[in-house]
């Protein structure tokens, strides 16, 4: 008998052992039996040829038209060729021999079915597997094995080179007929909650599925393992990061807060109370907070920070807000000094009486500047600090550290999260982070699942919607001039526009147009176009992407002729960025061309419409994220998507799906649906890519829904899992993998 640590040698002999770690690195049992089947091909199905493609490494399941025996030319030897078909295309088994191969020839007839394995290629115009393996079916001879036939379903492994599919089969079916069953790792009550099957025949049906049936049993309760280890490492860190310390800071009366909200112009909307009395509770609490504020673009998110930043400055705390670009850095420091007005102007003339100061730290700023930002961080006397990552630095230190808010997290990863935690001292602080695009559900769950989630799904009232037009300039270039005229009839109006293009300017370091990905990329939001549009749908090679240089010296030439025009990218000098955008924000420009240094954050409500050059280059969350900018006031935006990419094509789809709704909760699933799902986790987390086999974050929300509430029960009634052996070993293995991958990176 064996378990599942076993080295795989003490299960299917050393010769099967050593081709299985040579071919696919699996080295114990339990990974052989974690390798799963890619498909299951039913019995007598053949399969489809002509969709075979070269270079592939496949298996397939045909039938044999034609064998044909010759022998060598140049050298002694024998040719056998046996034409295989689907019934529709054919394939060329082409087989060399030293000698007759009698045996092949008596086993590869006419009208035999089998599966056959080999790489993919093209010879003479002919699909070939050079030497493929084969297993036969269903002959009555030797090399036809009755074991096959247990089931309709025939498992098909990734196989290589060195194994094939159905010897990949052989070694699981000795392992499992040598496994000694481990202790069953969901608790018994969560099976039976949730009708689950046990862990020995979901480990035979997914390897050796009696029908469809008991393969979906199977697949489903292996789900159930991926999704609880998963949420249950999680339920683990929040409970461990909940024993931390954190310095209560509980609201004042009479502090800044109150005079605030006192001030504020608008009324808050209910999403924004309620996720604000939440944030204000977890902030009295003598554990750290660590909280997600996800929100539509535009509901909102800046202001419930900075009430929460003001509670506790009001308990004589400090708070950080981390943006991340230099661009929506400032963009806080200014809308925020004004906001506060006279509460954050302390030892100033007209400061209010217990006001706080604000400080502004940037990576590129002066010297002199930086130095006074580093004071008044160090010594306290700015209560609030926005800035940068260069707010990670090590130089950077505060006198009481209580608040760290991260705004549009997805360009900070969880080193940089506990970087600013460590800044802290003793206790650590509050941790708000905010996201900038809706996240799915699942993802919330499981790349933020440390976190606790707040959500806010309404925008403030007296929003105006965001029109999106899709601009098809390759069919039809009369639109394209149609929406210079749209963007000359806003500005008449008293308004401005945004021109978004994916790329600086011709003469970028590295000079490497044409992907429209800024070469030699500064650390300052030109965030690269996500650029998944190319090669599938249009392998024709593309023009470099439009830039903004060009682009504005051309608008400035013909149509916005006459039009206050300014350039701002992520190359300008810092103080030269601040100024494009004071005088975009103060209205003393019309027209802004720009890259993406304004995808996240920007907010000038007086700008109403947005082009967006080459869109079919951008992500689909982050054209619905750079929309954001427009419709931010009481006057309707308009947001035209400038593309040349064919209409029908996937590009196209894309785009329209942008134009067809306003939900960034379905946009972002979309964009989870055309990116593949580790790059999601795997950017995020290391090692969670080596948990998830079958899981799946869009298909399987509810069951990971699920999964995550019994975990939270399992870990707060037993936290180190003393009474659950099989699952604490689970996630001993997760975390081991999960450090090792670490590791690696590092
Ligand atoms: P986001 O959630 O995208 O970060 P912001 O915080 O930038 O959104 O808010 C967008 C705009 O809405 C800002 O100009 C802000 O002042 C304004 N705003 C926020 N809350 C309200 C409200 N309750 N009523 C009206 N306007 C609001
Ligand atoms: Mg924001």
């Not at 002199?368 to 707010?391: D, F, M, N, Q, Y």
């Not at 989630?453 to 009232?461: M, Y």
Request: hydrophobic content about 40%; some cysteine; aromatic content about 4%.
């Amino acid at each position: 008998m064996a378990t599942l640590e076993d080295p795989l040698r003490l299960a299917v002999g050393d010769k099967a052992a050593k081709r299985l770690d040579q071919a696919l690195g699996i080295r114990t049992v339990g990974e052989l039996l974690a390798h799963y089947p890619r498909r299951y091909d039913e019995r007598g199905e053949l399969t489809e040829l002509t969709s075979l493609r070269d270079g592939e490494h496949v298996t397939v399941q045909a039938e044999i038209a034609k064998v044909t025996m010759r022998t060598m030319r140049s050298r002694p030897g024998t040719i056998l060729e046996a034409a295989v078909t689907d019934g529709r295309g054919s394939l060329t088994l082409t087989f060399f021999g030293r000698g007759r191969q009698d045996r092949r020839e008596r086993e590869l007839r006419p009208g035999v079915r089998g599966l056959f394995s080999g790489q993919v290629s093209t010879f003479r115009g002919r699909r070939q597997l050079a030497h493929p393996d084969y297993e036969l079916l269903g002959t009555g001879d030797p090399a036809a094995r009755a074991s096959e036939f247990a089931s309709e379903l025939i498992p098909v492994y990734r196989a290589t080179k060195e194994i094939s599919s159905w010897k990949i089969a052989d070694s699981v079916q000795i392992a499992l007929d040598v496994l000694d069953v481990p202790s069953d790792p969901l608790p018994a009550d969560v099976r039976s909650r949730h009708g689950l099957c046990g862990y020995a025949d979901a480990l035979r049906g997914i390897h050796r599925p009696v029908d469809r049936g008991d393969l979906a049993r199977a697949k489903l309760r292996l789900k159930w393992d991926e999704a609880l280890s998963l949420q249950v490492v999680l339920a683990q860190r929040r409970l461990a990061a909940a024993d931390y310390s954190a310095t209560p800071r509980p609201p004042a009366a009479g502090g800044l807060l109150a005079e605030f909200d006192a001030a504020l112009p608008f009324e808050l909307t209910v999403g924004q109370q309620l996720a604000g009395a939440t944030i204000a509770a977890d902030l009295r609490h003598e554990h750290p907070m660590h909280r997600l504020l996800q929100g539509e673009v535009g509901s909102g998110k800046t202001v419930i920070a900075v009430r929460a930043m003001l509670q506790v400055v009001d308990a004589a705390g400090q708070a950080v807000l981390l943006a991340p670009t230099e661009v929506l850095a400032q963009q806080h420091y200014r809308s925020i000094s004004q906001l506060l007005g006279p509460l954050a102007q302390a030892g100033q003339l007209g400061g209010a009486e217990h006001a706080t100061r604000l400080a502004l730290l940037t990576g590129s700023q002066g010297a002199a500047a930086r130095r006074g930002a580093l004071l008044e961080a160090a010594s306290g006397a700015a209560g609030i600090v926005i800035g940068t990552h260069a707010l990670l630095e090590e130089k950077v230190q505060f006198a009481d550290l209580g608040l760290v808010v991260i705004d549009e997290q997805h360009r900070f990863g969880v080193e940089q999260r506990d970087a600013l935690r460590e800044k802290a001292g003793e206790g650590r602080p509050h941790v708000l982070v905010m996201t900038a695009t809706p996240i799915p559900r699942t993802v919330a769950m499981t790349v933020f699942g440390d976190l606790d989630i707040s959500t806010l799904t309404e925008l403030p009232a007296g929003r105006s919607p965001i029109v999106t037009h899709v601009v098809p300039a390759a069919e039809k270039p009369h639109y394209l001039d149609r929406a210079w005229e749209r963007i000359r009839e806003e500005t008449s109006r008293g308004r401005q526009a945004y021109v978004v293009c994916p790329r600086i300017g011709t003469e970028e370091p590295g000079g490497t147009a044409g992907r429209g990905k800024p070469a030699g990329r500064q650390d300052d939001g030109d965030s690269p176009a996500d650029d998944i549009s190319g090669g599938a749908d249009d392998a024709a090679p593309r023009r470099p992407a439009l830039a903004v240089v060009d682009l504005a010296a051309e608008l400035e030439r013909g149509p916005l002729t006459g039009l206050r025009l300014a350039v701002l990218h992520g190359r300008l000098p810092p103080d030269e960025k601040d100024k494009v955008m004071r005088s975009f924000t103060g209205g003393a420009v019309d027209v802004l061309v720009t890259t993406t240094v304004v995808e996240v954050g920007v907010d000038v409500p007086n700008a109403t419409a947005m082009v967006i050059m080459d869109a079919d280059r951008f992500g689909v969350s982050q054209l619905h994220q750079l929309r954001g900018r427009v419709g931010r006031g009481s006057h309707e935006g308009l947001c035209l998507l400038v593309t040349e990419a064919p209409e029908g094509g996937s590009a196209r789809q894309r785009l329209d799906a942008v134009a067809a709704t306003l939900d960034g909760f379905i946009l972002a699933r979309l964009d989870l649906q055309q990116r593949r799902e580790g790059d999601v986790l795997g950017a995020a987390q290391a090692g969670r890519r080596s948990s998830l086999r079958l899981l799946t974050l869009l298909a399987d929300e509810d069951l990971i829904g699920r999964a995550r509430e019994e975990a939270s029960g399992l870990v707060a009634a037993d936290p180190a899992l003393a009474g659950q052996p099989g699952l604490a070993a689970v996630i001993r293995a997760l975390l081991d993998a999960e450090r090792a991958d670490f590791l690696e990176k590092a």
